[in-house]
């Protein structure tokens, strides 16, 4: 749901002295809250309108590197500023830290005050407007799933990263007792989120050693984006608190399942879904076939923004849950994009692709954008695949490296007709550096197998 708070309940809150820290915050390319603790006083008094931020904000990566190459922004430009323009529609209490609320911002241009057309809420929020002109509102939500450690991240740095240990010490997948071995994190994260006003639903032991799943009640697309922002920072935060920590790393260990963002996706037009048709086979409507056909055509060019950086691709392991195989099917949890809820009026679509890592507001913008144009092209639904995905033949492929990602984004006239050249070309900027820090790093792999022998 929206912000839990209206600007005249902070008013009266910063008043009584309740509350006296505002964080202020963008979304970054990485998905990431960035911006500005305000003393509440001066965000009651002026703030409110608009602060600024440094257009690098959109052009580093997850070291906050200021990397070159981009045209939006440089060294040459001399790194200008943002404008971070609270949406009080997000305004909410974060009950894990003491006195302080949170607000959610669009980044606009300096000069125009318009919204950036490459920041990730800016995107979504163009997409969602291309579905309302067909009378149609994206409802959207998201599987989040990440380990939990017993080290702080403090801890883990001294290490050199190496061997953190999980607080659960085998697959608890649904298992009650084991899980309750880890419910000192996992309940103050599910109450500090819903205190947020984030509508968690549960939470649950994963399939792999050590791994938690939390899901978040459906709703609007940039609702269940900025509420999956805000967990991905609340799990990390109040897992800090606790003097412990976690990855949302797609995969942090060659020897383990990685970690997904399943998202579910439906189109609804008013109080009707528009996915279902009763009398259609497996209450699939036409429109929802027409979706489905659109995101299987266009799966590999949008891949890039399920899967960002070099360690996604190494989560697409076959008979660990992760999809190789872009089909769909039934209540099937091999293939890349299962449709649940047959029949009923929960009919939707679950893209198994993203990662945990993925930026959310990028990953449903670019769901949106292949769906929506299968509605448009009047695309035809593939018969669906059965039985174990992994072995089909004869079918498409997940791109299995960020480049080849990258190249079928960059080639992509769908996401340029959809988002616009300059920001195809900025995320294929973000892919190629990603590329290049891997190129000329050199690895522990590499050392053990080459030091001596090579």
């Not at 459906?218 to 990855?247: P, Q, W």
Request: with cysteine.
């Amino acid at each position: 749901m929206p912000g839990n708070m209206t600007f005249e309940a902070l008013r009266e809150a910063v008043s009584s002295g309740a509350v006296d820290t505002v964080i202020v915050a963008g979304i970054d390319m990485q998905g990431r809250l960035m911006g500005k603790r305000f003393h509440a006083a001066h965000f009651v008094d002026s703030a409110h309108a608009e602060t600024h931020c440094c257009n690098y904000l959109l052009a580093t990566d997850l070291m906050m590197a200021t990397v070159q190459g981009y045209k939006a922004t440089s060294w040459e430009a001399g790194y200008g500023d943002y404008v971070l323009r609270p949406d009080m529609a997000t305004l909410r209490l974060v009950p894990w830290l003491e006195a302080t609320a949170l607000v959610l911002c669009d980044m606009l241009d300096h000069a125009t005050h318009e919204e950036v057309p490459h920041s990730p809420r800016a995107l979504l929020k163009a997409q969602i407007a291309r579905a309302e002109a067909l009378g149609l509102t994206p409802m959207m939500a998201t599987e989040l799933e990440f380990f939990l450690f017993e080290q702080s991240y403090a801890e883990l740095r001294d290490a050199g990263w190496r061997d953190p240990k999980t607080l659960g010490g085998h697959n608890v997948d649904y298992a009650i007792f084991g899980t309750t071995k880890e419910e000192e994190v996992m309940r103050a994260i599910r109450n500090g989120l819903y205190g947020a006003g984030v509508t968690v639903e549960c939470s649950k032991g994963e399939a792999e050693i050590g791994q938690e799943e939390i899901n978040v009640k459906y709703s609007d697309a940039l609702d269940t984006a900025d509420m999956h922002a805000i967990t991905k920072n609340g799990c990390k935060e109040i897992a800090f608190l606790k003097g412990r920590s976690v990855t949302f790393m797609a995969k942090y260990r060659a020897d383990r399942a990685g970690s997904s963002s399943h998202v579910h996706q439906s189109l609804w037009s008013g109080a009707t879904s528009a996915f279902l048709d009763p009398a259609a086979a497996h209450g699939m409507s036409e429109k929802m076939r027409a979706y489905l056909a659109g995101q299987l055509k266009y799966a590999r060019q949008i891949t890039y923004f399920l899967a960002p950086y070099v360690n996604s691709y190494k989560r697409f392991t076959e008979g660990l849950f992760a999809p190789t195989k872009i089909v769909w099917s039934l209540d099937n949890r091999t293939a890349g994009f299962r449709v649940c809820g047959e029949g009923t009026k929960a009919i939707r679509i679950e893209c198994r692709i993203g990662g945990s890592d993925l930026n959310p507001y990028l990953a449903m913008a670019a769901l949106l954008a292949a769906g929506l144009a299968g509605i448009e092209e009047g695309l035809e639904l593939e018969p669906e695949t059965t039985g174990d995905v992994y072995h089909a033949e004869g079918v498409t492929g997940v791109p299995r490296t960020l480049g080849e990602a990258a190249a079928e984004m960059t080639g992509s006239a769908m996401l340029r007709a959809a988002f616009g050249d300059a920001v195809v070309e900025h995320y294929t900027r973000a892919a190629l550096w990603e590329i290049e820090e891997q190129n000329r790093t050199v690895t522990d792999w590499e050392l053990s197998r080459g030091l001596e022998l090579a």
